[in-house]
């Protein structure tokens, strides 16, 4: 049985993630770490979980041997618009962390999954079906971050033959937690706006096209490359993968289908806006379908009629 650590363990995709790796591996298996003491949720109860700050590399060692950790999902990071705030920070967090893990790994000889993003693309790069290699120029921190991330893990492999794999995750939508500051947030306000009877204001305008994912199928996403043949991967930087492209307009007229009186106005000009302009409109994810049969199962429809129903739950429970 795998024995797993997972770092950002409380944010958005950790939050769903580290359920999934307890049901599949067994609780005691899947050691979750986040820097709160007192996490939300069942997180901490569910199995085991500690604190670290992700630049304390002792610290994360302690861990690896504690628990004879061989797997790791990186997952603490900060997202697009944080980083553009505050771009050293973004450095240190998202590289620098991301060094300490794959040292760490490399001494361990754990296996590492990192998320790579939309974000690792630019302006100068095919907007369209973006192929799996293509121009990565991009314009924000988050997205220089994501490029370096790729390119590390791209060097451990071949320098050290440490076994990381990774996939360009599109925006999420969840209901388990919600995101922070990030350029696609407004995939998943919107929702919590529509549940709430409230007009929902969008910080990106109504054309914008975004490649988008629900988390169930991000979810398998991490899970099945981390299972999947290692002599099938081709890549070892991240794969481009993807379940659905749309603007807000696009998944306004979606969500009224099932609220008609639902309303969403446009507050639009922050730098969110600049941001997903330099990102691609969709992503070409065959090499991920190829090489490690990925398929995701939610479309819009299927998404928001999931995705209304299980907020509208979380929120009357509160
Ligand atoms: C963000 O918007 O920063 C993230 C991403 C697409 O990587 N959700």
New binding site residues.
Partial sequence: MKRILVTGATGQIGSALVPALRLLYGSNNVLALGHKKNPPGDIAEDGPYGTLDIQDQPQLEKYLAQYNIDTIYHLAAM???T?ERNPQRAWDVNINGLMRVLEVARKFKCSVFHPS???AFGPTTPADQTPQVTIQRPVSM?GVS?VTGELLCDYYHSKFNLDTRGVR????ISYEMP?G?????YAVDIFYAAVQNKTFHCFLKPDTH?DMMYMPDAVQAAIQIMEADAAKLKYRNAYNITAMSFTPDMLYQEIKKHLPEFTMAYTVGDIRQS?ADS?PNSLDDSSARTDWDWQPKFDIESMTTDMLEKLACKLQEK
């Fill in positions: 997202l697009s618009a980083a993003s939309i974000g988050y994501k995750f599109p925006g999420l995101p500051g990030g350029t696609t947030d975004l941001i990102w």
